[in-house]
Nanobody, 125 residues
Framework: QVQLVESGGGLVQPGTSLRLSCTAS????????MSWYRQAPGKQRELVAR????????????KYADSAKGRFTISRDDAKNTVNLQMNSLKLEDTAVYFC??????????????WGQGTQVTVSS
């Protein structure tokens, strides 16, 4: 069984920083793309309501949502099966539940897409 577990969310003031981490565990053979999504307050809890924040390929290529460019940095540590999201200069509109997502090859060479349970980030003055 493969699991993704996020950590690092919390309540912070505008202009400050927060670092989210997500660790994959289980019979993992390899991890392809790893991503962070977020779901803003009031949006239905459906996968289609989640917005991509940032992604990083196995080769280290990164993509960012326009709202994250210049403020957020995604990184990964394949030795630890971990993906991080460093968020700087946080704004009120960054308030959301942040979800980790990863394409993982596991067990007998099965490959699936997995989601973490989400971690709340609240930016408030």
């Amino acid at each position: 069984q493969v699991q993704l577990v996020e950590s690092g969310g919390g309540l912070v003031q505008p202009g400050t920083s927060l670092r989210l981490s997500c660790t994959a565990s289980g019979s993992i053979i390899g991890i392809e793309e790893m991503s962070w999504y977020r779901q803003a307050p009031g949006k239905q809890r459906e996968l289609v309501a989640r917005d991509l924040v940032a992604s990083i390929s196995r080769r280290g290529s990164t993509k960012y949502a326009d709202s994250a460019k210049g403020r957020f940095t995604i990184s990964r540590d394949d030795a630890k099966n971990t993906v991080n999201l460093q968020m700087n200069s946080l704004k009120l509109e960054d308030t959301a539940v942040y979800f980790c997502n990863a394409d993982i090859t596991y067990d007998g060479n099965w490959r699936s897409n997995f989601w973490g349970q989400g971690t709340q980030v609240t930016v408030s003055s």
